[in-house]
């Protein structure tokens, strides 16, 4: 049997809160930052959306559709790219035309409701079962939750909402001596399959690929369809953010060369085909089955929670957010909904982490603000606002 | 009656409180009939000369003018150190400072006689350099104009050194004003010996030492064992003529409760948020508001997340100039919760603006505010207590507002000057 390659992208934009002071709180609604929302949008999507998708569809087309890619694309994304750069959804419509994209379904948001409200949860993920329908055509029947975040109750959430395929994490401290290299079992739903990212090879590409003080640089397709080789087991899931794409690794690193060379090598070589998630859960037979009690998650060394709740800032703001839902349970305001999910994106959270030393950095890249305080600060003044409008509608 | 007064910085352009205090002293000496000549470092030129006349250091050479300057400024050299450690600066105005040094590759002059010095006139890293350069211009501005006053008169230790090269060469008696002290910047440990060496010199050579509080003069009598017969409290006045009332429109309905300085362990941030918590527990309809930066913002913020009152405390950051009279405006009570505090001009603003305040009895200020009310900075239960009746009885809330206003219109530099004047006559 040939061994299957995984390629999953995640496509997410955060809609950053504008400056939002004190003197706002009861005064005006309005919480984003339009213009950087619309500028970044449009940045990433000339450096990597737009031509990451044309190399995309060339090499599906040259490879006869043996070929085979996964997205999964955030509610919030899919809005910003209908706002700002239609012409996005366009080149997307055109892979999902091939027959050889899976589109995979997240939460809406890009939020923790797995974590907070399993009516919150299950609201989310029909949401954006729905639009993807909508928007792409395709009905999504894998699942992946936000940050690749999984957990025992998360699975059986997740099978109940009618979905038998799952990504997540290959973590270390969950898998032990096992490899990520093969199809799973969630221990506590043995009917919902697991796939696990290959984190050192996905970060190969994701993290390393132009770092020129790693010893393996540069990265040619010939050396890593080697590695591929190496590696035992069934399935080689390389899951990464698409961004990774002429945004984090820019185009003069020759990360577009060598996403061009890698289908072809790795089809001439006889020993792989390509697989999409729900291909792979049906062909794969499984080895074992996994128990998480704690969540797990992609982000940072530690793999867990840490990098959005952390902290006691971080630990207070998701508190008071998701101590909401009871009070929206009865209201029908499309506008307070909208808000309370852009309000629930996980990118608020992310930018209020704390952990300087290790991680900080990564987080620092991310974020429009310049401290974890102010990144706070700013979200509590909003959410205060959020809450009078909530009261108000009572 | 003529006043030397040497100044460090004196209204529009002013980073702390003793610009403006000591715009009402001058203006509150001319009304009793006290000329002043009033010596700054950087005056800009647009300063209200209608009640003092401006000597600006900066465009005054040093002079050979007598054979005791040399062996002065032999002296007051030893206080040049090229070091950073400044106490006086708040972190956020210490780094920028640092940065904008780095920025202009600004080298550190000396000045020889016949030269001028450019001061800052701020709080700087060079700070310590420019004390010293202001009693080298000091000695030589009280010997140009010695026919023109009878006393010295010195604010805070940043203008001692000039004080005392004036008295030294001149022979005119010296009254220092204490502000503050190193003691209400700090702990002992973390104190700047240099300062609190100049502080101590100051108040040993001075004829008459004023302070701007009861508290104030307990220390300089404590803790500088100064003699207590030649300490005088001052008590500090506001000004607010030409003060316009703003309005306002509110966007929250709550009762606000707000503490406005810097943040630091000096004025007791996180008594204000263990109170607050408190108060929480208790009623809804309030919400609380820590206006400033400072060196304990970050900790304060945390505090408030642990606590879980993030939605109901808010911070603002530094507020500049119409800012703070904005925040005083949406403000129901006022909090001033200072460990350590000389004398505290903010809770008369706030209840200028009809705001009732809660102050520390550690504070300067509450030794003339009748109707604030007052409670020890370590007493959280009897603050959450005097927040909780403010924002629940109406009818406290109104006396202390209506009584509080006509106080504080009462507190003139007038009345405090005249009190100054017989300080200096006292001299003569």
Known sequence: MKKSICLYFQVHQPTRLRQYRFFDIGKDSHYYDDFANRTILKRVAQNCYLPMNELLLEAISKSKGKFKVAFSISGSALEQFDRYAPEVLDSFRKLAATGSVEFLCETYYHSLASLASPSEFLHQVMKHKKHVEDTLGVTPTAFRNTELIYSDDIARQVYELGFKTMLTEGARHIMGWQSPNYLYLAESQPKLKLLLRNYGLSDDIAFRFSDKGWGEWPLTAEKFVGWLKDAEGDIVNLFMDYETFGEHQKAESGIFDFMRSLPALVLKDGGFDFVTPSQAAKNIKPVGSLSVPDPISWADEERDLSAWLGNELQQDAYNKLYGLTEKLAILADPELWADFGHLQESDHLYYMCTKFFSDGEIHKRFSPYDTPYEAFINYMNVLSDFIIRINNAQ | ?428
């Open chain 2, 1 to 428: 009656m003529r006043v030397l007064m040497f100044g460090w910085e004196f209204p529009p352009h002013i980073a702390g409180g003793l610009g403006t205090a000591c715009e009402g002293i001058v203006k509150g000496l001319a009304y009793n009939g006290v000329e002043t000549l009033f010596v700054m470092p950087n005056a800009s030129g647009d300063e209200d000369q209608s009640a003092t006349t401006i000597l600006n250091a900066s465009d005054v050479a040093v002079q050979n003018v007598s054979s005791t300057v040399e062996e002065f400024i032999n002296k007051v050299k030893f206080f040049y150190v090229d070091s950073n450690i400044v106490p006086y600066v708040d972190p956020d105005e210490y780094f920028e400072a640092i940065e904008k040094m780095k920025a202009n590759g600004l080298k550190q002059t000396t000045i020889g006689f016949g030269q001028k010095f450019k001061f800052s006139g701020k709080y700087g890293a060079n700070l310590m350099e420019e004390v010293s350069r202001y009693a080298q211009v000091g000695g030589t501005i009280a010997m140009q104009h010695i026919d023109e006053f009878d006393v010295i008169h010195a604010h805070d230790w940043l203008t001692y050194l000039a004080g005392i090269a004036a008295k030294e060469l001149t022979g005119k008696p010296l009254v220092v004003h204490v502000h503050a002290t190193s003691y209400d910047r700090g702990d002992e440990k973390h104190m700047d010996s240099r300062v609190l060496d100049i502080e101590k010199r100051g108040m040993l050579a001075a004829d008459r030492v004023v302070t701007v509080s009861d508290l104030t003069r307990g220390i300089v009598i404590n803790k500088y064992g100064i003699d207590p017969a030649k300490v005088v409290t001052v008590h500090n006045a506001v000004d607010f003529s030409g003060r316009e009332d703003i309005s306002v429109e509110r966007g929250v309905k709550d009762k606000v409760v707000t503490f406005l300085g810097r943040i630091t362990f000096q004025k007791g941030p996180e008594y204000f948020i263990d109170a607050a918590a408190k108060v929480l527990k208790r009623t809804k309809n309030v919400r609380f508001v820590m206006a400033g930066s400072g060196d304990m913002m970050n900790r304060a913020i945390r505090q408030v997340a642990r606590m879980g009152i993030s939605d109901r405390f808010h911070f603002t950051g530094f507020l500049r100039g119409a800012e703070v009279q904005k925040m005083f405006a949406l403000s129901d009570v006022y909090i001033m919760p200072s460990v350590s505090e000389p004398f505290g001009i903010s809770p008369l603003e706030a209840m200028r603006t009809g705001v009732p305040s809660i102050i520390s009895h550690q504070s300067g200020a509450a030794e003339v505010l009748k109707y604030a009310l007052k409670v020890d900075f370590w007493d959280v239960d009897a603050l959450a207590d005097d927040i909780y009746a403010l924002v629940s009885y109406p009818a406290l809330t109104e006396f202390a507002s209506k009584q509080g206003y006509d106080e504080v219109n009462e507190l003139k530099w007038n009345g405090a000057t005249a009190k100054l004047k017989k300080v200096y006559e006292s001299l003569l």
